[in-house]
């Protein structure tokens, strides 16, 4: 299984440091190339490799860590996104409530962006903290801090949520996008939920 992350901001960067203290290879990818990224992960290990946009979408699981208008560009470099997992890492919902009824139309966002990459298999994961949050110490002996999964199809979801445990994290399955991930989409009740899991 291979892995990448598209977006070299806040997001991505950190999600590339949680790859790399977890010894687990990713490459991460922006629109300016290789020689922009290589500056930003040079502390991170082997672990982490910069790489171009059309090979870190190789990758069989694909972390779009980019906000969620930019969602739509990635989206579009391919028409066809069969047999990748997507990992939606969005949320739309701070977005102006203008931007929200133009881009959802009453839709949930990961349910817009699951159309934007047909044949894939969506997840959302890793969104329900802002990054300062998701890395911060855990200060209970033993403790995990949670990551909240949600997919429409349950393989995936059972497949990002391995990844989450081998990446140091407590997941939580949650069901499929319009009820689980529904929990997780911004300003609903498990938004900024910091909770720890012992054992």
Known sequence: MTY?????????????????RAGIDVAIANTRGPATIEPLI???????????L??????????????????????????????????????????????????????LSSEVNADRVPGANLVKAFNQLPMKGLVAPVAIPDGRRVVFVSSDDEASS???????????????????????GRLIQARNALIFQNL???G
């Open 158 to 180: 059972a497949l990002v949520a391995k990844l989450v445990s081998d990446l140091g994290y407590a997941p939580i399955e949650l069901g499929k996008i319009a009820e689980g």
């Open 196 to 198: 720890i899991k012992v």
């Open 54 to 107: 059309d090979a870190a979408l190789e990758a069989h699981v694909i972390f779009f860590a980019v906000p969620f208008l930019n969602f739509k560009d990635v989206a579009a470099t391919r028409s066809d996104w069969t047999g990748k997992i997507v990992i939606d890492v969005t949320n739309a919902a701070f977005l102006p409530l203008d931007v929200q009824e133009r881009e959802l139309q009453g839709r």
């Open 4 to 20: 990448s992350i598209i977006g070299t901001g806040n997001v991505g960067l950190t999600l590339a440091g949680i790859f790399s």
């Open 42 to 52: 040079a502390s991170l290990g082997q672990s982490v490799t910069a790489a171009t």
